[in-house]
């Protein structure tokens, strides 16, 4: 797929820039006509939301016989998918599991209990799609949601036309050939909670309403239970913007006010805390020990922050982990760790800021919020969302580990002050011509380009899921294969000492006793014996993972056979 950065966008997007300057009225037929129309329809607000969410789905379809369903592949993304089995099923964690040494596999806590050490939003979501048929329905139906809450938001923000405008340029952005729609660990609800938190935040003060302080409640619940961490930083420009509200003398303010919103925000904070606390102690039997620490300090040596310091390599039940904790996360947190100087600090903010441009706010985004900055700086509503995209992304600075998806709560914000600018460019003016008119309207037109490109050059079944490692492919077809077979299967996955502990194969369903296949690793030197007899009903298989093709075959020393 073309991303922003392609050579090929930027000479377009030149182009198209150069048109926009000298002959800004070029087309202005038809740019008038498709303006006037998208007028008349911003003066109904939810048709808007609810039209750019169906927008999203009906797009994101279309796309499917070129970009489809995805496989998973990252540690993470089957981490995911186990706390959707489990949430599908009915419940919040599993029973432990026996023989924990053949089934441990990276993310996932097997004791106290069995579930991933995540937070459990995006495995809901997971759950939501696998009732509707496919775990990757919820990663569709959080893309919805997330355009359509942005449009929502950027009601409040900005005027309704350029609201829509904004819902619009958001779903291109989004819907197709993007990871947050092709993983199933994407950040969109994370995005969906951090838009409802700002979204619902000028309403509740401008009108006090019950409904607006639960709505940014709940956007509040959705960022702790998705990104705990970046989400708590996101809030902070909301909680200094709610406590100047509340403190202030405003002797307008209506009777009640300061009282309604402040006890819908907090009835909203305490069904979100005393979740989390229940969730919590299903999991780990402690409601103020989280899944993700005791994963943490159960495998982990290399630190979450700068700060902290590296522990002694610890010693594992199998080789993989060794490879992968005293290995490959050392190698990474070394690469990725500030060094304690200006020139090394520096390195590493202007690295992630890099990051954190390149993905909120590509090049078409990027270009209104620089031309326009010093109008922004001067207008509160700018000023306000930059300073949320500015602590959010001071936040992601001293984390080691750091993915675009991490700062996804400011999803809404980077947008909002993106069409913010494109409004103060809009009314540019050289010498009486309105070239502003031009640029803008060249900015929205390039905003679809890599999309557009990206179709142009798609051929076939050339698709982007056809760049998916190859291993995960095979481990999916293996899978299927296993599936279609009578009875239940046992697989045994062999490793050689070379082999790349990303590529995991050993991940299982929350209910393994029940489950149709079965995935352990076999250990060198381990007795597998115990294995057997536990599951002494199923057939057993071997799978060499590192032979190119992997190799399936009946496993040659089963004493049951």
């Known amino acids: 797929m073309l991303t922003q950065h392609d050579p090929l966008v930027y000479c377009a997007l030149a182009v198209l820039l150069l048109i926009g300057c000298f002959w800004p009225r070029l087309g202005d037929r038809y740019f008038r006509a498709i303006e006037h129309w998208g007028s008349r329809l911003a003066t109904h607000p939810a048709v808007c939301a609810a039209g750019v969410a169906l927008l999203v789905v009906l797009l994101r379809l279309v796309l499917l016989p070129w970009d489809r369903i995805p496989i998973p592949s990252v540690h993470d993304e089957f981490s995911y998918l186990l706390a959707a089995d489990t949430f599908a099923h009915g419940r919040l964690t599993n029973p432990p599991l026996p023989l924990q040494v053949f089934f441990e596999t990276f993310h996932v806590n097997v004791f106290p209990t069995y579930q991933s050490k995540y937070p459990p939003a995006q495995g809901a979501v997971l759950a939501i799609g696998q009732l509707l048929g496919h775990p990757w329905i919820g990663v569709l139906l959080s893309m919805t949601a997330m355009c359509g809450v942005i449009t929502w938001m950027m009601q409040g923000w900005l005027p309704a036309r350029w609201a829509l405008l904004g819902g619009l340029l958001t779903a291109a952005r989004f819907f197709g050939f993007s990871y947050w729609m092709d993983s199933y660990w994407g950040g969109a609800v994370a995005a969906t909670g951090g838009a409802l938190a700002l979204g619902a935040l000028p309403r509740l003060l401008r009108h006090h309403r019950w409904r607006d302080g639960i709505l940014l409640g709940l956007g509040i619940g959705i960022l702790a239970n998705s990104r705990p961490y970046e989400g708590m930083i996101f809030c902070l420009p909301l909680a200094g913007a709610l406590g100047w509200w509340l403190l202030r003398d405003r002797r307008d303010r209506l009777p009640g006010a300061r009282w309604r919103v402040v006890a819908s925000i907090s009835c909203m904070l305490v069904v979100t805390g005393a979740f989390m606390a229940y969730y919590n102690w299903r999991g780990t039997g402690n409601a103020l020990l989280f899944p993700y620490v005791v994963n943490q300090r159960i495998y982990f040596s290399t630190p979450l922050f700068t700060w902290q310091e590296t522990e002694p390599p610890r010693h594992y039940g199998n080789a993989q982990f060794d490879d992968y904790f005293n290995g490959l996360s050392r190698e990474l947190q070394q690469t990725r760790r500030l060094t304690l100087t200006l020139r090394g600090i520096g390195q590493g903010v202007l690295r992630k800021l890099n990051d954190l441009q390149g993905f909120y706010?590509?090049?078409?985004?990027?270009?209104?919020?620089?031309?326009?900055?010093?109008?922004?700086?001067?207008?509160?509503?700018?000023?306000?969302?930059?300073?949320?995209?500015?602590?959010?992304?001071?936040?992601?600075?001293?984390?080691?580990?750091?993915?675009?998806?991490?700062?996804?709560?400011?999803?809404?914000?980077?947008?909002?002050?993106?069409?913010?600018?494109?409004?103060?460019?809009?009314?540019?003016?050289?010498?009486?011509?309105?070239?502003?008119?031009?640029?803008?309207?060249?900015?929205?037109?390039?905003?679809?380009?890599?999309?557009?490109?990206?179709?142009?050059?798609?051929?076939?079944?050339?698709?982007?899921?056809?760049?998916?490692?190859?291993?995960?492919?095979?481990?999916?077809?293996?899978?299927?294969?296993?599936?279609?077979?009578?009875?239940?299967?046992?697989?045994?996955?062999?490793?050689?000492?070379?082999?790349?502990?990303?590529?995991?194969?050993?991940?299982?369903?929350?209910?393994?006793?029940?489950?149709?296949?079965?995935?352990?690793?076999?250990?060198?030197?381990?007795?597998?014996?115990?294995?057997?007899?536990?599951?002494?009903?199923?057939?057993?298989?071997?799978?060499?993972?590192?032979?190119?093709?992997?190799?399936?075959?009946?496993?040659?020393?089963?004493?049951?056979?």
């Open 361 to 561: 706010l590509p090049t078409a985004f990027f270009l209104p919020v620089l031309a326009a900055l010093p109008w922004l700086l001067r207008n509160q509503k700018a000023r306000f969302l930059l300073v949320v995209c500015a602590c959010t992304a001071a936040g992601t600075f001293p984390v080691l580990w750091f993915l675009p998806h991490y700062a996804a709560p400011m999803t809404a914000a980077a947008l909002g002050v993106s069409m913010i600018g494109l409004r103060y460019i809009r009314a540019w003016t050289v010498k009486g011509r309105r070239v502003g008119l031009g640029l803008s309207r060249a900015l929205v037109i390039s905003h679809l380009l890599p999309v557009f490109l990206s179709l142009a050059l798609v051929r076939g079944d050339l698709g982007l899921n056809s760049f998916s490692p190859e291993w995960s492919s095979y481990r999916q077809q293996m899978e299927a294969q296993l599936e279609s077979k009578s009875g239940q299967q046992l697989v045994l996955v062999r490793y050689t000492a070379q082999h790349n502990p990303e590529q995991e194969w050993v991940y299982n369903r929350a209910d393994i006793g029940h489950a149709k296949v079965v995935w352990a690793r076999e250990i060198p030197g381990e007795d597998l014996r115990p294995l057997f007899d536990y599951f002494r009903s199923r057939q057993v298989w071997l799978i060499e993972a590192d032979t190119n093709p992997p190799k399936l075959e009946t496993y040659p020393s089963h004493p049951n056979r």
